[in-house]
């Protein structure tokens, strides 16, 4: 017996061998970016996805080490010390250079390739643990790297989640605060940043500043969509809320773009449901969700979403507008914040074109996705230049009156599809983002992720002219994407008054460039 099983290990690791080695024969034959370009599924498929699982392993394991010894909070005081003396530093060598975070850029979820890393005075920054849970104040304190895989993993074994869990795991609450961040449930909480009660940051100077609504209230303000432009975030405080087992989830097809407007609107006021979102298949097709947070459920209708074999959320969803019927699910909690995540939203369909297969989801499935970053650190020029012009990856976030003109607008500039709709509340808070008037006003984020159908699409004039649109409409450009605008068109868009009156206060003009310069493309070329 034990023979016959070697006998069958031999077997199965020349198999692996062989083939393996008729796979680098072939992408010799092809050529490396022959490869890349036009399979990308097979160095997906064979490098990036066992790569992915090494990834998450040591970061598990290093969250678990880290738990297990309670050692995050007294090396962070030391850690933060370290991000000081490297900032006095720079200043000691005569602060000739702006600085930026250590970070290598193919690490964020941004799709943007930062060149100014190479340029830029980095200072290292490795600040990725939960510090402390205050179940009394319901906040949690965390560091920036801290991504929402990790989180929801470390609060909802202890009953608690936070009001607003940006989709992908990989999302760093580092990013979202810098950047920005939205959730189904956001129509009740407004942006991740409005979930934030206090943040910390080493300034210019190299001083340690907490700034709260009622503690250096503008900097509090200024902080969101700064990119990293007024200091480095090294903590921030998220208020929690308490967490159920599941999302009760009502599914419903609705035809018409006009129909499709007015429920979305309807069940967007609805305070009553815990979350709402939409999933866009055309001009006039969409599936409408709301959800409410349960401890109870009807175990027939219990839907592990996220479980390695199940279909891709899109897809499954996509089967009641296919059999025209409504449906109610019960997804446990987490499987639910993450349901977007194993297929990217939709992005994987164009890298492994069969992954929602149900083969190959039970055989390969558990290692999807992908990394992200793994994804931008290997896709090379060539795929680089062929995603800018031919595929687009866009958030643009406008007041709810304007869904049905701005549906309209996409379909037109981009005809991309699916596309989702998420609703939020805007506060009238001072910062970079808000509304128009006085008030507290409903906006919705519609984001297109794919490749344009439109037969006038062209990357740049396609993308300015929607631009121009979501300006006129008081609408906002989430800045992990591509941005054509020139600088005055920027600061239209975006309120800088706030943000212009700090960076001179603190002196950050010759510490950090400004926002505009770092993201956008007209000052990148």
Not at 474 to 493: P, S, V
């Amino acid at each position: 017996m034990e023979r016959e099983r070697a006998v069958g290990v031999m077997s199965a690791l020349w198999s692996v061998g062989a083939g393996l080695l008729l796979l680098l024969l072939w992408v010799r034959h092809r050529g490396l970016e022959a490869v890349l370009v036009h399979h990308r599924w097979v160095f997906v498929c064979f490098f990036l996805m066992p790569l992915s699982i090494l990834f998450d392993i040591y970061y598990q394991l290093r969250a678990w080490a880290v738990w297990r010894l309670h050692s995050a909070p007294r090396q962070h005081a030391q850690r933060v010390r370290h991000i000081q003396e490297q900032v006095r530093e720079w200043k000691k060598e005569g602060s000739k250079r702006y600085m930026c975070t250590g970070r290598p850029g193919w690490l964020t979820v941004s799709l943007r390739v930062g060149k100014y890393k190479k340029t830029h005075k980095n200072i290292m920054i490795n600040l990725m643990d939960v510090l402390e849970v205050d179940s009394e104040r319901q906040v949690v304190r965390v560091e920036p790297l801290v991504s929402m895989g990790q989180l929801t993993a470390y609060l909802n074994p202890m009953g608690w989640t936070i009001p607003v869990v940006p989709e992908l795991d990989d999302l760093t609450v580092g990013g979202l605060i810098m950047g920005t961040g939205i959730e189904s449930s956001s129509h009740i909480y407004g942006l991740f940043q409005h979930t934030c009660v206090a943040y910390e940051l080493v300034l210019a100077d190299g001083s340690l500043v907490r700034c709260s609504p009622t503690e250096n209230s503008d900097l509090f303000y200024a902080v969101p969509w700064s990119c990293g432009t007024l200091g480095f975030l090294v903590a921030a405080e998220i208020k929690m809320i308490p967490a159920k087992k599941y999302v009760k989830i009502h599914y419903e097809p609705v035809r018409g773009l006009q129909k499709i407007c007015e429920k979305f609107t309807e069940e967007s006021k609805k305070k009553e449901n815990s979350f709402v979102e939409g999933l866009l298949y055309s001009l006039d097709e969409a599936v409408i969700m709301t959800g409410v947070l349960t401890d109870e459920a009807e175990q027939s209708k219990i839907n592990r979403i996220g479980n390695y074999y199940k279909p891709w959320f899109f897809k499954h969803v996509e089967k009641y507008l296919k059999a025209d019927r409504t449906g109610v699910e019960y997804i446990p909690s987490r499987h639910y914040y993450h349901r977007h995540t194993r297929s990217i939203f939709w992005e994987l369909q164009d890298i492994i074109p069969f992954g929602n297969n149900p083969v190959f989801r039970y055989l390969f499935g558990w290692m999807v996705p992908p990394k992200i970053s793994l994804l931008k650190l290997t896709q090379g020029e060539a795929i680089r230049k062929l995603y800018e012009q031919h595929h687009v990856v866009q958030d643009m976030l406008v007041p709810m009156k304007t869904l049905e003109k701005s549906i309209q607008t996409f379909h037109v500039d981009l005809n991309v599809y699916p596309i989702w709709l998420c609703p939020f509340i805007l506060p009238n808070n001072p910062g970079m983002v808000h509304p128009k008037g006085n008030e507290t006003e409903l906006y919705v984020d519609i984001g297109a992720y794919g490749e344009p159908k439109s037969k006038q699409f062209e990357a740049r004039a396609s993308m300015r002219q929607m631009e121009k649109f979501v300006r006129s409409v008081h609408g906002f450009q989430m800045l992990y994407a591509d941005c054509y605008m020139t600088r005055e068109e920027f600061w239209d868009m975006f309120d800088g008054s706030l943000y212009h009156k700090l960076r001179e206060q603190m002196n950050c003009k010759d510490a950090f460039p400004e926002v505009y310069d770092k993201i956008c493309k007209a000052a990148r070329h």
